[in-house]
């Protein structure tokens, strides 16, 4: 393998290694993750162009740093480790996800608000052909940043860090990008992280990056900017004249208007379990989102009553822009007036706050697999199917369904892997994963009818089309579960609006 391997840490006693690039930020979380927690552990650095036969075995989905190997058992995905390192590893060091329900659904949230939202608006700094497009880009950075300078405020407490006074999983999902955002300035000329407009956010960035152990794995400015340089001219793009003391500093922006939805809970964990035998619960929701039919599904397998609030989202109420302004999207679950959003997150949520079968699986390994391949369905097969119901061409279409074909191919394999030979992901009964999918099947029987295309059927995924027959007989589907005439109504009645609107 290529690269160089050392140990780290103390304590543990466990076998780990874990795969990374040096400055990779996903790389630089785990390994932070890691020394948080004291645990020694063997990194073993990849090489991204010729990636290791251990990388391409360890993590066949997706081919990518990092990689958590714990004995010979893989861990992919840098949230998915954080988490599980916490939950397989519970004595040692500080506990990255707090004992509350509710700030564990918060963390979550805005751990995921880094990688979908900031990481997607920063790469154009990186590899902008401008610096005019760099420093655009830049600009947007700020904004995003502005929204982690609020986060910060109701996350903290007034604590040092988002997790309070000690650290979280949140510090360490977007402290992984600290040096990338320091030497964004040198790029573009835009100081990302200014005390003048993120006064919070600075002064935080300067406690995280200080931190024993955290220090060493966050890479300096100058070897990022190298880094930088090679990789640009590997891709043939220009090159690029990096700044030094030149900053172009930005007014500071207008206070927006909404604070942030989704705040942090100051009850305890006996709080909140009082609150749930309350049931003053709010799902704000479309009938026919798949991502609202898993939060109905598992609010049913927890037998939980709550009121249900149908959204028109040509017309979002006021009530669903107060409770999520960060996405403005549903669904979101009010509990005792406080917002949950994202369904994943609020899934979870449920799991973890009331009493009833379990939805995740109780063992952190198997709860570390269920959850990567519940981000696969939504990263990989959802935007592939939701292109096949938004194509403007048939060229367009064709291409999505492939996509889309691809992808259901590996959750076929998926599902061989984990069932076991049982009848549902989760085993002998619906788990987390058949809520996650099944939540999507009356869709692929809706664009089946539409446009003639079988995401799942007996001769090409045998094994999803008889746990889908088996998903759909249960008593967890039945009454929650739409019927594929309502999606293909629900898509009608969106084309004569975007029609009309042209």
């Given at each position: 393998?290529?690269?160089?391997?050392?140990?780290?840490?103390t304590?543990?006693?466990?076998?780990?290694?874990?795969?990374?690039?040096?400055?990779?930020?996903?790389?630089?979380?785990?390994?932070?993750?890691?020394?948080?927690?004291?645990?020694?552990?063997?990194?073993?650095?990849?090489?991204?162009?010729?990636?290791?036969?251990?990388?391409?075995?360890?993590?066949?989905?997706?081919?990518?740093?990092p990689?958590?190997?714990?004995?010979?058992?893989?861990?992919?995905?840098?949230?998915?480790?954080?988490?599980?390192?916490?939950?397989?590893?519970?004595?040692?060091g500080?506990?990255?996800?707090?004992?509350?329900?509710?700030?564990?659904?918060?963390?979550?949230?805005?751990?995921?608000?880094?990688?979908?939202?900031?990481?997607?608006?920063?790469?154009?700094?990186?590899?902008?052909?401008?610096?005019?497009?760099?420093?655009?880009?830049?600009?947007?950075?700020?904004?995003?940043?502005?929204?982690?300078?609020?986060?910060?405020?109701?996350?903290?407490?007034?604590?040092?860090?988002?997790?309070g006074?000690?650290?979280?999983?949140?510090?360490?999902?977007?402290?992984?990008?600290?040096?990338?955002?320091?030497?964004?300035?040198?790029?573009?000329?835009?100081r990302?992280?200014?005390?003048?407009?993120?006064?919070?956010?600075?002064?935080?960035?300067?406690?995280?990056?200080?931190?024993?152990?955290?220090?060493?794995?966050i890479?300096?400015?100058?070897?990022?900017?190298?880094?930088?340089?090679?990789?640009?001219?590997?891709?043939?793009?220009?090159?690029?004249?990096?700044?030094?003391?030149?900053?172009?500093?930005l007014?500071?922006?207008?206070?927006?208007?909404?604070?942030?939805?989704?705040?942090?809970?100051?009850?305890?964990?006996?709080?909140?379990?009082?609150?749930?035998?309350?049931?003053?619960?709010?799902?704000?929701?479309?009938?026919?989102s798949?991502?609202?039919?898993?939060?109905?599904?598992?609010?049913?397998?927890?037998?939980?009553?709550?009121?249900?609030?149908?959204?028109?989202?040509?017309?979002?109420?006021?009530?669903?822009?107060?409770?999520?302004?960060?996405?403005?999207?549903?669904?979101?679950?009010?509990?005792?007036?406080?917002?949950?959003?994202?369904?994943?997150?609020?899934?979870?949520?449920?799991?973890?706050?009331?009493?009833?079968?379990?939805?995740?699986?109780?063992?952190?390994?198997?709860?570390?697999?269920?959850?990567?391949?519940?981000?696969?369905?939504?990263?990989?097969?959802?935007?592939?199917?939701?292109?096949?119901?938004?194509?403007?061409?048939?060229?367009?279409?064709?291409?999505?369904?492939?996509?889309?074909?691809?992808?259901?191919?590996?959750?076929?394999?998926?599902?061989?892997?984990?069932?076991?030979?049982?009848?549902?992901?989760?085993?002998?009964?619906?788990?987390?994963?058949?809520?996650?999918?099944?939540?999507?099947?009356?869709?692929?029987?809706?664009?089946?009818?539409?446009?003639?295309v079988?995401?799942?059927?007996?001769?090409?995924?045998p094994?999803?089309?008889?746990?889908?027959?088996?998903?759909?007989?249960?008593?967890e589907?039945?009454?929650?579960?739409?019927?594929?005439?309502e999606?293909?109504?629900?898509?009608?009645?969106?084309?004569?609006?975007?029609?009309?609107?042209?």
């Amino acid at each position: 393998m290529a690269g160089r391997e050392e140990a780290a840490g103390t304590g543990g006693g466990d076998e780990l290694t874990l795969l990374g690039v040096w400055p990779s930020p996903f790389v630089i979380r785990a390994r932070a993750a890691l020394i948080l927690k004291g645990l020694s552990y063997r990194y073993v650095e990849d090489d991204l162009t010729s990636k290791s036969d251990l990388l391409l075995a360890s993590n066949p989905v997706h081919r990518k740093v990092p990689v958590l190997l714990h004995g010979s058992r893989p861990v992919c995905e840098s949230r998915l480790i954080l988490e599980y390192l916490d939950e397989a590893f519970p004595a040692c060091g500080p506990r990255l996800l707090a004992g509350d329900p509710y700030d564990r659904a918060t963390a979550r949230f805005w751990a995921s608000y880094v990688d979908d939202k900031l990481f997607s608006t920063w790469i154009p700094v990186y590899n902008g052909r401008t610096r005019e497009d760099r420093a655009e880009a830049a600009r947007r950075v700020v904004g995003v940043l502005e929204e982690f300078e609020t986060a910060f405020q109701e996350c903290s407490g007034g604590g040092a860090f988002f997790g309070g006074d000690g650290v979280g999983l949140v510090d360490v999902v977007l402290g992984g990008f600290l040096g990338w955002l320091r030497a964004s300035e040198a790029m573009c000329g835009v100081r990302v992280v200014d005390p003048a407009t993120t006064p919070l956010l600075a002064a935080w960035a300067g406690r995280f990056g200080a931190l024993d152990g955290v220090r060493e794995v966050i890479p300096g400015v100058e070897r990022l900017l190298e880094y930088n340089r090679m990789r640009r001219a590997l891709r043939g793009l220009p090159r690029v004249c990096y700044l030094n003391a030149q900053t172009v500093r930005l007014a500071s922006p207008a206070q927006r208007q909404s604070k942030i939805g989704l705040v942090t809970s100051q009850e305890s964990v006996e709080g909140n379990l009082a609150m749930a035998g309350k049931e003053d619960l709010k799902l704000l929701g479309l009938v026919v989102s798949p991502f609202v039919v898993r939060v109905r599904m598992a609010l049913g397998m927890k037998g939980v009553s709550y009121e249900y609030v149908e959204e028109d989202l040509l017309s979002k109420s006021e009530l669903l822009l107060a409770s999520n302004p960060v996405h403005k999207k549903v669904p979101v679950l009010i509990h005792n007036g406080k917002p949950v959003c994202e369904s994943l997150v609020i899934v979870q949520y449920v799991d973890e706050l009331f009493a009833g079968p379990s939805i995740l699986p109780t063992d952190p390994y198997e709860r570390a697999t269920a959850r990567f391949w519940a981000a696969f369905v939504d990263d990989k097969l959802v935007p592939a199917w939701i292109g096949i119901l938004k194509a403007k061409t048939e060229d367009e279409r064709a291409e999505k369904a492939t996509e889309t074909l691809a992808a259901i191919g590996q959750v076929e394999a998926g599902l061989a892997e984990l069932s076991d030979g049982k009848a549902f992901f989760g085993g002998d009964s619906i788990g987390y994963l058949d809520v996650v999918l099944g939540s999507c099947l009356f869709w692929f029987e809706a664009l089946r009818r539409m446009h003639g295309v079988g995401i799942i059927d007996s001769g090409r995924t045998p094994l999803l089309a008889a746990w889908a027959e088996r998903f759909g007989e249960s008593a967890e589907a039945k009454g929650v579960v739409p019927g594929a005439d309502e999606a293909v109504q629900y898509a009608h009645k969106l084309a004569a609006a975007t029609a009309a609107a042209k």
